[in-house]
């Protein structure tokens, strides 16, 4: 079936730093890629996607790939801020499914210090 | 353009009963999907509602169920809670053309969060 696997967490990185956040998928078809960020106390919120083979998506800073010959869409962002600090999720669209259901990846936690 | 609400912020209630969370989608969406998050995971979705009638759904009981307004504002019904239940629930709206490709950006509000004791 289809499914998101992520690295597994926490990442902690100083201010500055380049942060990558691995996101590889298993997947029938050709879905679209998201990623979704949620801050404590928060509901998830889109950060960028990409719908096809080779779509770059960015938002803020941060990026990410679609890359269908590695099935993989890794979160990149060169420098990265302590406001950054949030759980990260990478998603598909289940296309098992009519509508616009999404599947997740168990998300990965990053602490960003100053 | 008002965003997704959801109802009650917090629950708490006791192994067998039933609970009823409510999502007001934002506006001019026409779909909403619910998501079941645990501690430390990634929400799982539950079902969707497009127009008023289910047309997804995921791994999860019929004790699990829902109804989607005229309004478009939504409501997800559990029944006989069982412990594992606990958990934030997600709702999230999105603007759905049944004859474009996928892509949809989906809008989610903050959750309930439920326990179950």
């Known amino acids: 079936g289809n499914s998101v696997t992520q690295m597994e967490g926490p990442v902690t990185l100083s201010e500055e730093a380049f942060l990558t956040i691995n996101c590889t998928y298993t997947a029938t078809g050709y879905p679209s890629l998201f990623w979704y960020v949620q801050y404590p106390g928060e509901g998830l919120q889109l950060l960028l996607k990409a719908t096809k083979a080779d779509d770059k998506g960015s938002n803020k800073g941060f990026e990410a790939t679609y890359r269908k010959e590695t099935t993989s869409f890794h979160l990149e962002k060169g420098s990265v801020q302590v406001s950054d600090s949030a759980v990260y999720f990478c998603?598909?669209?289940?296309?098992?499914?009519?509508?616009?259901?999404?599947?997740f990846g168990k998300g990965t936690t990053l602490s960003v210090s100053s | 353009e008002t965003g997704v609400t959801q109802s009650p912020t917090h629950l708490i209630k006791t192994r067998g009963q039933q609970v009823t969370l409510r999502c007001s989608s934002q506006?001019?969406?026409?779909?909403v999907s619910w998501y079941q998050q645990a501690l430390g995971q990634g929400p799982q979705f539950i079902f969707q509602y497009y127009r008023e009638e289910e047309n997804g759904r995921g791994n999860f009981p019929p004790r699990f169920s829902g109804l989607q307004f005229p309004n478009y504002s939504s409501e997800l019904n559990v029944n006989a809670l069982e412990l594992d239940d606990s958990a934030l629930y997600l709702c999230?709206?999105?603007?759905?053309?049944?004859?474009?490709?996928?892509?949809?950006?989906?809008?989610f509000g903050p959750g309930t969060r439920l326990t179950v004791t």
């Open positions: 998603a598909l669209s289940d296309l098992d499914q009519a509508g616009t259901a999404l599947i």
């Open positions: 999230a709206s999105s603007l759905y053309v049944t004859s474009a490709p996928g892509g949809y950006e989906q809008y």
């Open positions: 506006s001019g969406h026409n779909t």
